[in-house]
């Protein structure tokens, strides 16, 4: 495991790219790369079938949006992301502690979600939208 200050990553617990034409990205990576996926509703279709990341889902930008601000609406004053990644860290808290210290504007902080996952999230120099997590379902194989 990398440490770094009070960040200790265990492994990365999720990554894809943020959808904006839903068809075209079903289309490529369902029909042209053959990928699999479960559809949960609002479009958003993931699987855990990988290797690689524990989970890898096509999530739409509005669904990234209502998770961060509450709206289906990116805020113009924010880069919108291309892609999301989580790490699964020791403490959400801590880490997100660490990296505020660091300069990185947290768009939500250490916030449960209904699923049983605590999550913080920003976007990277690049324009991912990074999410700082811990994930009890993902914790059993650590």
């Excluded at 990116?74 to 300069?103: C, H, K, N, Y």
Aim: proline share 6%; hydrophobic share 40%.
């Amino acid at each position: 495991m990398e440490r770094i200050g009070n960040i200790g990553i265990l492994f990365i617990a999720g990554f894809g790219p943020i959808v904006r034409d839903a068809e075209a990205s079903r289309k490529l990576y369902c029909d042209s790369l053959g990928i699999s996926f479960k559809q949960e509703s609002g479009g958003y279709l993931h699987t855990e079938a990988l290797n690689g990341a524990k989970s890898f889902a096509l999530w739409p930008l509005s669904q990234a949006a209502q998770s961060c601000f509450g709206s289906e609406s990116w805020p113009d004053d924010i880069p919108v992301p291309q892609a999301w990644l989580e790490f699964d860290v020791d403490s959400v808290e801590e880490a997100t502690e660490e990296l505020e210290s660091r300069g990185y504007r947290m768009l939500v902080k250490s916030r449960k979600e209904p699923w049983g996952q605590t999550v913080s999230r920003f976007v990277s120099p690049e324009g991912l939208l990074v999410g700082i997590t811990f994930t009890p379902g993902m914790r059993e194989e650590v």
